[in-house]
């Protein structure tokens, strides 16, 4: 028996904005009855907000619950800001889901992201400054119609990494299995990509050659002018530092020091480590 966070109870008993939008600026939809899950979704959208959201789904109590919440977390947003959200925040707002439901979330995810591809201002320019049609996206699953886009992202929001994974999170081999080995082949392709855009270092050697740096490189450098640094915390190419000097009470003499271990990092790792002092 899976065990389930009051809130996803709440919003599976108590859905909110469940229905149709007769006059939907967008409409988007993702599974299919074949599969055992589907949701649809329609947006109002004025002067770039989001202002009402509904929905339909055919599926379990986690699908119920994805597609309320979304609808809360979309209604009175910005169109830029809802593009943001990823299948994450919606498990997040839940307070998580069985690894068996996240694909749930993912759908939820899929069906905005269908809608908003749908809306006149949100066009692929690409598409549209080479007057061609979209390009059909690739299907790896077709037991469930899951596209190799659509597990690419669950890969980069969620740092699967197995097989299983990818299929608690989108469905994608659970069925036949003939799948499997190209989803693997996607798993390997995104970290090796990883790699070789972090300098071929793994995100474990990354983390281990950033501290290496500060302690044996940066830190020296600093004492020498009665500075120091300290490393707080590392979330991909973002540093988290707290940064002493003589004039720690100078705006100026700090941003000084900033730049300094911000180049330094960028020099040995990669241009895009991104250094934020802990407190901004």
Same mark, same amino acid.
């Given at each position: ?17 469940? %229905?149709?939008? +007769? ?11 074949? @599969? ?17 959201? /509904? ?5 379990? %109590? ?41 694909? @749930? ?25 080479? +007057?061609?049609?979209? /390009? ?6 077709? @037991? ?39 989803? =693997? ?14 300098? %071929? ?7 281990? /050659? ?13 004492? /020498? ?10 979330? %991909? ?9 003589? @004039? ?13 271990? =911000? ?18």
């Amino acid at each position: 028996m899976w065990d389930y966070s009051e809130k996803v109870m709440d919003h599976y008993r108590n859905p909110r904005n469940v %229905g149709k939008i +007769d006059d939907a600026d967008a409409v988007g939809s993702a599974g299919s009855l074949a @599969c055992g899950d589907q949701l649809k979704i329609y947006l109002k959208i004025k002067n770039g907000i989001v202002t009402d959201a /509904k929905f339909q789904t055919f599926g379990c %109590g986690s699908a119920v619950a994805s597609s309320s919440i979304l609808t809360e977390m979309i209604i009175g947003k910005p169109i830029e800001e809802v593009r943001k959200i990823t299948n994450k925040d919606i498990a997040d707002q839940l307070e998580g889901l069985p690894p068996e439901k996240m694909h @749930c979330s993912v759908m939820g995810y899929e069906a905005l992201e269908d809608a908003l591809k749908g809306y006149e201002d949100y066009q692929d320019l690409e598409d549209i400054r080479n +007057d061609i049609e979209p /390009k059909k996206e690739k299907i790896v699953c077709t @037991c469930f119609n899951i596209t190799e886009n659509l597990i690419w992202d669950a890969i980069k929001q969620n740092g699967l990494k197995t097989v299983e994974e990818i299929t608690n999170y989108t469905k994608a081999g659970g069925a036949c299995g003939k799948c499997k080995g190209l989803i =693997q082949d996607i798993i390997d392709t995104y970290y090796k990509k990883e790699e070789e855009k972090n300098g %071929g270092l793994s995100p474990a050697q990354r983390i281990l /050659k950033i501290n290496t740096i500060i302690e044996k490189q940066i830190s020296p450098e600093l004492q /020498k002018d009665g500075g120091d640094i300290t490393l707080i915390d590392i979330d %991909g190419n973002k540093v988290y530092v707290k940064l002493r000097g003589k @004039c720690s009470g100078c705006k100026n003499s700090m941003l000084t020091l900033k730049a300094f271990v =911000q180049s330094t990092l960028r020099d040995a790792i990669s241009q895009d480590i991104e250094v934020i002092e802990a407190g901004e």
